[in-house]
């Protein structure tokens, strides 16, 4: 078996020729990347959905705009909490992915970590992939795969995340921002 290059904490964006419609211009963050498969969740996907009608005790806590975000077309009846803390260490319920991302328990009661909270989003599913399908993926140039930043976690404008991921790159991907939604009408 290959060895597999870690990529937690990464982010993929989709690529123009991706033809699967979950993911059809989404930034998904993975969360857990090795030889079994990968999880991640997708950035850019708010629903109509507040964050109170599903889960009363953390909407306080949550982020603008306060809904829920659909985190992959698995398990859409299950909710993931992700969360910035800055710091070296995290509070009981929290457990770091990469950076000051990590995940929420969201069993633990929400005022164990208010204080701590820099930003807290909740997403209802997560995106996931079997030994080497995302490696595959990636491959057939379906994924860009880029450095994430803590703040697209939280991103006040999720609907242009994509854009704005790839603006910030320093190559020729910063030219992909501009790509039509419809290149037909081009």
Excluded: C, K
Excluded at 71 to 82: F, K
Excluded at 106 to 130: K, N, Q
């Amino acid at each position: 078996m290959t060895e597999v290059s870690s990529l937690t904490g990464r982010l993929l964006v989709a690529t123009p020729a991706l033809a699967d419609p979950n993911f059809d211009r989404a930034v998904v963050l993975l969360l857990d990347h090795d030889e079994q498969g990968s999880l991640g969740v997708v950035l850019n996907r708010p629903t109509p959905v507040g964050v109170g009608d599903v889960l009363l005790p953390w909407a306080p806590l949550a982020g603008a705009p306060g809904v829920v975000f659909q985190g992959g077309p698995v398990a859409l009846d299950s909710a993931l909490g992700l969360a910035v803390i800055p710091g070296e260490a995290g509070p009981i319920g929290w457990r770091r992915v990469h950076g000051a991302i990590g995940l929420v328990d969201l069993e633990t009661p929400p005022e164990l970590l208010a204080s701590a909270l820099g930003a807290l989003r909740i997403f209802a599913g997560y995106s996931g992939w079997g030994p080497g399908q995302l490696e595959e993926e990636v491959g057939e140039g379906a994924w860009y795969v880029v450095e994430s930043e803590p703040g697209d976690v939280s991103s006040p404008d999720p609907e242009r995340l994509w854009r704005s991921v790839l603006r910030r790159q320093r190559s020729d991907l910063a030219m992909v921002a501009t790509y039509p939604d419809d290149p037909s009408l081009n």
